[in-house]
């Protein structure tokens, strides 16, 4: 039986600027995580107004991934949340390895995304609690928590 120990594991994210559905191609091919937004855009002010958390998600190339939910179901699925005149909007986060993985479970327990389905519930016993630090671009995720197993 493996055990965990209580020593917690800090990770910090600086998210990197908001990108819009149609500049979804401009996202780069790095290892992190990312949030998926509803959000507006107010062409003459030239600003974005984040609404809502949909979905957190990593992968190993963030901007292939992205535009793979976007050309499938899941893509479908997001834009089904979105209210009129709101567009999808990305944020991304560079961080590798299991590291990634990790961040990723203590975002979405944390935060609990209305388009995911794990981690939802309960953060993984394999890894001991988790402190993540978030700035930048990060709209509506906490700066600073830490995610525990129940």
Not at 30 to 56: F, M, P
Request: one cysteine or more; charged letters at 20%; glycine letters at 8%.
């Amino acid at each position: 039986m493996s055990m965990t120990t209580s020593t917690t594991s800090t990770i910090t994210l600086a998210y990197k600027g908001y990108r819009r559905e149609p500049n979804a191609g401009g996202i780069p091919n790095e290892s992190g995580v990312y949030s998926v937004y509803a959000c507006t855009h107010n062409r003459a002010a030239g600003t974005v107004s984040i609404r809502r958390l949909l979905y957190i998600g990593e992968s190993a190339s963030v901007g292939n991934r992205i535009r793979q939910h976007l050309s499938g179901a899941t893509g479908r699925s997001w834009k089904k949340r979105l209210l009129g005149g709101e567009q999808l909007c990305f944020a991304f986060a560079s961080i590798s390895g299991t590291t990634r993985e990790r961040a990723e479970a203590a975002l979405i327990y944390k935060h609990k995304p209305p388009e995911n389905t794990e981690h939802i519930d309960s953060f993984p016993k394999k890894w001991s609690p988790t402190t993540v630090k978030t700035s930048g671009k990060n709209r509506l995720l906490s700066p600073h928590f830490t995610a525990r197993s129940s």
